[in-house]
Structure formats: C-alpha cells, structure tokens
C-alpha cells in the first residue's frame, strides 16, 4: 500500500480545509487508517483513527471540529477540518496499517502503522 496526501495549505483561523490520503494498493476498508499531526519543533501525535468497520476516534483536541472519513469508490481517506486555529498548524500524515501490526480496531499511536503517507502542510494564521 502506497499513501499520498494533499490538501494542505494556507487559511485563516476559523476557516476550513479537506486532507486527502489517495491510497494505491488494497481497498481502505480492508485495513485500519488515521492521521497524525508533527507540529514545529513536537513530536508527532495522533489525530483522527478510523477502524475497518468505520469507528472513529479523535483526539480531544480536534473533537467536534474534524471528521475522518473515506471513500472506497476512490480508496481515498479524507480528514474534513473545520473551526481551524493557530495550533492546528502542522505537517499532517495519514497511516494506515495494511499488515495488521496492531489488533485494535482503532490505532492511535504511532507504532501501530507500518504505512506512512509524506505529509501535507497546513498553516493556519491567526
């Protein structure tokens, strides 16, 4: 499996933006996917998760303002992003773990992917 993420950019607080993570390979709803963030000079720390059966995780953070979410029909996992702020400010990757390295339906840490996208910058100014 092969990730590529798009849909950074540059918007204002409070504005809104959609992260692709085009998949090639296997059907995304065959494997567990999730986005993480790696703000300047953090670590990287998670996002969003969503399971094989469609569960859904946030992190506290991101809750009520960003949807995980994919399309089969474009094996394509999105990341709706509303209400953005300053600290949202990131390099954004998506994951996906194809090989089942974890049996959690939802993988939250890091460890738990063995596929990276290369990440898309968002910038959010304030």
């Known amino acids: 499996v092969q990730l590529q993420a798009s849909g950074g950019g540059l918007v204002q607080a409070g504005d809104s933006l959609r992260l692709s993570c085009a998949a090639s390979?296997?059907?995304?709803?065959?494997?567990?996917m999730g986005w993480f963030r790696q703000a300047p000079g953090k670590e990287r720390e998670f996002v969003a998760a969503?399971?094989?059966?469609?569960?859904?995780a946030y992190a506290d953070s991101v809750k009520g303002r960003f949807t995980i979410s994919g399309d089969n029909a474009k094996n394509t996992l999105y990341l709706q992003m509303n209400s953005l702020k300053a600290e949202d400010t990131a390099v954004y990757y998506c994951?996906?773990?194809?090989?089942?390295?974890?049996?959690?339906?939802?993988?939250?840490?890091?460890?738990?992917?063995?596929?990276w996208g290369q990440g898309t910058q968002v910038t959010v100014s304030s």
């Open positions: 390979g296997r059907t995304i709803s065959s494997y567990a």
């Open positions: 994951a996906a773990d194809p090989d089942h390295y974890s049996r959690r339906p939802l993988r939250t840490a890091e460890y738990e992917y063995g596929c």
């Open positions: 969503v399971s094989r059966s469609g569960s859904t």
